[in-house]
């Protein structure tokens, strides 16, 4: 459950910020099919890409995983 949660607090925030999920998925250097796993809640985010995620955003790590 905790990990769809986080999926789609990923994906609120891209999509608040204006973010395609290539453009995010680029910033992040994962590919894109990556971070549509990890946003459908398919695949786990490690702490690496969770805090490039977050970086991209604009946004901390904490308020990203509401923490």
């Known amino acids: 459950m905790e990990n ?3 999926a789609q607090r ?3 925030f ?3 910020k204006g973010y395609t999920q290539q453009e995010l998925a680029s910033g992040c ?3 894109l099919t ?3 796993a990890i946003e459908r809640g398919n ?3 490690d702490d ?3 805090a490039k ?3 991209v955003l604009g946004i901390s790590v904490e308020e990203l995983a509401n923490k």
Do not use: N, Y
Request: hydrophobic residues 55%.
């Open 4 to 6: 769809m949660q986080l």
């Open 43 to 45: 695949r786990l985010a």
């Open 10 to 12: 990923i994906r609120a």
């Open 14 to 16: 891209r999509k608040l």
């Open 29 to 31: 250097g994962i590919s």
């Open 53 to 55: 995620i977050a970086e």
């Open 34 to 36: 990556v971070l549509g």
């Open 48 to 50: 690496r890409t969770l």
